[in-house]
């Protein structure tokens, strides 16, 4: 349950239809980390209306924008893939004038002053007038005009009007210096930003081809489908695997029963004795000769 989702779905929804309005607030209630599946059927139940009302709303509420449908991506792991639930992923946010407050109060912002319109071939700097000169050209202003003579452009012998000149392509030394100059003497120079970490290009089989490098993906019904056909496939390469274990169980058990049958010096379980059986019909004589060889060795050590 989200209290926060539920205060802004009451507050800053942009719906005027009423159970529109109880439907994004029972999919915001729902909201959480990897967020909201109720089903149709809990919708309607929450805004007092039929399946059919609660999936025209869904559709409103996706064409606002504040909300996204994932299809049967919602529930857990443990859920079969084509018995999941829809995603509902709650997009609205606060506007930027909200004051973030319990109850979202909007601030009103003040409307920004008119500004005359310009006059032909001259703008108004000053909104005051000036007793000397034609009121309806610049006016010269006491902290400094740039070579105007009572805010009248210059003209030239030509008659022609004066042009600023074209600004320099090559790089200022003068703003490096003053960079140099603002910076306080004996503060140490600001770091160089770290360098970006690789792009993962790396082709993922759980996402679409729109999305395959994305940090954070967008909801996207392309990257559900991929998703749920990766899962297939590992599935199913792991019932193989299954399987091909269990086929070379069955083959090592039918071999070792077929040597237990063959061998004529153990017995039905495998064992000789108390000793498991190699089932090898020549180990007796040789164990029997590495027996005599020990015997004449120790006989001939305590002869000597």
Known sequence: MSVEASAI???????????????LTGIANHDGDGGSWPSIATLAKYALCSERTA????????????????TQA??????????????YRFLLKCPPNCD?????????????????????????MSPRRIERGDAHVTPLIEWGDTGDVHGVTPVTERGDTAMSPKPSLEPSMEGD???????????????????KPPKDTRTRLDRCTRHQHDIDAPPCGACADANRGAQAAAQARHRAADLERSRSARA???????AIDACQLCDDRGQRGRAICNHDPEQVERDARRAAELRAALNHRKAS
């Open 55 to 70: 999936q025209r709303a869904v559709k409103e509420l996706v064409a606002l924008g504040e909300i996204a449908v994932v």
């Open 74 to 87: 919602g529930g857990t792991r443990d859920w079969r893939s084509d018995r999941r639930p829809n995603l």
């Open 252 to 258: 090592a058990a039918q071999a070792l029963q077929a």
């Open 177 to 195: 210096a003053g960079a140099r100059a603002s910076r306080p003497s004996g503060s140490p120079p600001k770091p160089p930003k770290p360098p």
């Open 100 to 124: 973030r407050s319990t109850s979202h109060n909007l601030i009103e912002q003040p409307a920004a002053e008119e500004l005359p319109p310009p006059t032909d071939g001259v703008t108004p």
């Open 9 to 23: 779905a009451l507050h800053h929804t942009r719906t005027t239809n009423p159970t529109t309005k109880l439907v």
